[in-house]
T-cell receptor
Framework: KNEVEQSPQNLTAQEGEFITINCSYS?????LHWLQQHPGGGIVSLFM???GKKKHGRLIATINIQEKHSSLHITASHPRDSAVYIC????????FGTGTSLTVIP | KAGVTQTPRYLIKTRGQQVTLSCSPI?????VSWYQQTPGQGLQFLFEYFSETQRNKGNFPGRFSGRQFSNSRSEMNVSTLELGDSALYLC????????????FGPGTRLTVT
């Protein structure tokens, strides 16, 4: 049983495209995190959300607590956005999605 | 401000041995969490320490243990290593609790042969 489900698992986009990654969860949470991991690299926290919407540059994250769903949007995608994006939630412990591998082609 | 540091970065151990990994959080952060990342299982939560007390624990066997010192530095120990323990072990620190923004270290790559 996966407490956090992400889709799609893999995503290939052309540079400039608008990208959406979805995350659904089944447990009660106090916060939802979007993380980015580059190949061979460490993990960077992109967003931490407990409600509503947040925006950092070209990245936007939204969460709907009632529907237990969050989305990560990347506007005007760029090859440097190529990475694995991981959704995680904190309830009584940390639960992670399996990640979405994004490749942006120039 | 220095980031989260983990030592060692790479480690090779033999089945049956034990290993200790170290994590130094960002200065001022009091919460340290540990995670295991494998290709098959992805990221999994091991445990979280706050002010030297284990606050939350994931679903790992008792061979996995940890502790936190008064300066917030943390160690995790794995005893009686198994081949399946080969993984990237990550720690992350946050100011107050695991609800807060997590700052991840570069990880320790453990290989068990």
């Amino acid at each position: 049983k996966n407490e956090v489900e992400q889709s799609p698992q893999n995503l290939t986009a052309q540079e400039g495209e608008f990208i959406t990654i979805n995350c659904s969860y089944s447990v009660g949470i106090s916060a939802l995190h979007w993380l980015q991991q580059h190949p061979g690299g460490g993990i960077v926290s992109l967003f931490m959300l407990s409600s509503g919407k947040k925006k950092h540059g070209r990245l936007i994250a939204t969460i709907n607590i009632q529907e237990k769903h969050s989305s990560l949007h990347i506007t005007a995608s760029h090859p440097r956005d190529s990475a694995v994006y991981i959704c995680a939630v904190t309830g009584n412990q940390f639960y992670f999605g399996t990640g979405t591998s994004l490749t942006v082609i120039p | 401000k220095a980031g989260v540091t983990q030592t060692p970065r790479y480690l090779i151990k033999t089945r049956g041995q034990q290993v200790t990994l170290s994590c130094s959080p960002i200065s001022g952060h009091r919460s340290v969490s540990w995670y295991q990342q494998t290709p098959g299982q992805g990221l999994q939560f091991l445990f979280e320490y706050f002010s030297e007390t284990q606050r939350n624990k994931g679903n790992f066997p008792g061979r996995f243990s940890g502790r936190q010192f008064s300066n917030s530095r943390s160690e995790m120990n794995v005893s009686t290593l198994e081949l399946g323990d080969s993984a990237l072990y990550l720690c992350a620190s946050s100011w107050g609790s695991s609800d807060g923004e997590q700052y991840f270290g570069p990880g320790t790559r453990l290989t068990v042969t």
